[in-house]
């Protein structure tokens, strides 16, 4: 069974460095064709992906927020990281990750998300 | 980058109707294109991708359709768990999802 988990800090203040850890169990970081991607969500919005990473050590970025944002992973341990940084209030949502087929970017298993909220 | 746009952005059905659902690209993207359906509170889940094929397990009633850059998904006699919001994807290059679509009850 395929499951991605998402987690890290619940409140982050503006100005910090939001980082995200996604776990994954039941498929391998090292097989070519899977990877993992971020997208998140602001409260009642429309998904915004973020960036995503496959063993190749293929990266990429959404362009408006690619000076912000690092996607990482060891797949020893079945772990993908994204940090982002210059938190803003606007920043607020649920970040989900997904796993990623190379072929045609499609995201076929979610994880349940986790909730950020940026507030001083 | 290649954008998305969804139309309509909400719209209200019945049980038992047929609605479709469109998606424009801003550029060809061949048959790149992914759908997805959320439900309140939830997480995405993919229905189609490929532009036409269905996922595993995504009943036959939905259906995907298009090429280039205008795509259409079709659900055809809405069932109540049907009711929830939309979302295509491209996947060619830098991803885009749409703006979303929000089905509901009428």
């Known amino acids: 069974q395929v499951t991605l988990k998402e987690s890290g800090p619940v409140l982050v203040k503006p100005t910090e460095t939001l980082t995200l850890t996604c776990t994954v169990s039941?498929?391998?970081?090292?097989?070519?064709?899977?990877?993992v991607s971020w997208i998140r969500q602001p409260p009642g919005k429309a998904l915004e992906w973020l960036a995503h990473?496959?063993?190749?050590?293929?990266?990429d970025y959404n362009t408006s927020l690619k000076t912000r944002l690092t996607i990482s992973e060891d797949t020893s341990i079945g772990q993908v990281v994204l940090t982002m940084t210059s938190m803003d209030p606007v920043d607020t949502g649920t970040y989900y990750c997904?796993?990623?087929?190379?072929?045609?970017?499609?995201?076929?298993?979610w994880g349940q998300g986790t909730t950020v909220t940026v507030s001083s | 980058d290649i954008q998305m746009s969804q139309s309509p952005s909400s719209l209200s059905a019945s049980v038992g109707d047929s609605v479709i659902i469109t998606c424009r690209a801003s550029q060809t993207i061949g048959r790149f294109l992914n759908w997805y359906q959320q439900k309140p509170g939830e997480a995405p889940e993919m229905l189609i991708s490929?532009?036409?094929t269905l996922e595993s397990g995504v009943p036959s009633r939905f259906s995907g359709s298009g090429s280039g850059t205008d795509f259409t998904l079709t659900i055809s006699s809405l069932q109540p768990e049907d009711f929830a919001t939309y979302y295509c994807?491209?996947?060619?290059?830098?991803?885009?999802f749409g703006q979303g679509t929000r089905l509901d009850i009428k």
């Open positions: 997904a796993r990623i087929f190379a072929g045609n970017l499609g995201m076929d298993v």
């Open positions: 490929a532009a036409s």
């Open positions: 994807q491209q996947g060619v290059g830098t991803i885009a």
């Open positions: 990473i496959f063993s190749s050590d293929k990266k």
């Open positions: 039941g498929f391998s970081l090292s097989n070519a064709r899977l990877g």
